[in-house]
């Protein structure tokens, strides 16, 4: 994993799109809950960094990927992620977060690739400035965390 993100790093100098699919897709490959963990960590990361009227009535949607996804179908999670998608004045963390659902979707209906992407796309929408070194080193570390707590409990 730590190579993995150093890759990612040498992509982001680049400026390349997409830094975050290699991430998401390993994460992925242990078990599709790691990439949208990885998801909501950043999502969490970014939100505390923003200031944004709409948090609060977001915060609900955050909560409940965190608890209710295993529980819920492919079309009550894409119900969801339609419902968040057209609250008015979306604003980047309101289509990340509807991103983050469209990805449970896609992986609870054995989309694997599509969820990735959504994942993917969820993260990058975190990260408006790929400059932001400070929130980008959170992403990252928050990526290895979970990538390691996962590893020692299996």
């Keep these: 994993m730590k190579q993995l993100i150093e890759n990612v790093k ?4 680049q400026k390349k799109i997409l830094w975050a699919y290699p991430i998401a897709l390993k994460l992925q490959k242990y078990h599709y809950s790691l990439a949208i963990q990885w998801a909501i960590e950043c999502i969490q990361i970014y939100s505390s960094e923003i ?6 009535q977001l ?20 119900e969801i992620s339609r419902e968040i998608w057209y609250l008015p004045e979306r ?7 509807a991103r983050l659902w469209g990805s449970i979707a896609a992986f609870k209906d054995g989309e694997d690739r599509g969820g990735v992407m959504e994942t993917t796309r969820a993260v990058e929408l975190v990260l408006p400035d790929i400059s932001a070194r400070r929130l980008l080193d959170r992403y990252l570390e928050a990526a290895v965390i979970i990538f390691e707590e996962y590893e020692s409990q299996n």
Excluded: G, R, V, W
């Excluded at 915060?59 to 894409?78: D, H």
């Design 10 to 13: 040498q992509t982001i100098a």
């Design 51 to 56: 200031e944004s009227d709409k948090l609060f």
């Design 91 to 97: 604003e980047e963390i309101q289509t990340a977060i």
């Design 59 to 78: 915060n609900k949607y955050i909560q409940q990927a965190l608890s209710e996804p295993n529980f819920l179908t492919p079309l009550q999670c894409n």
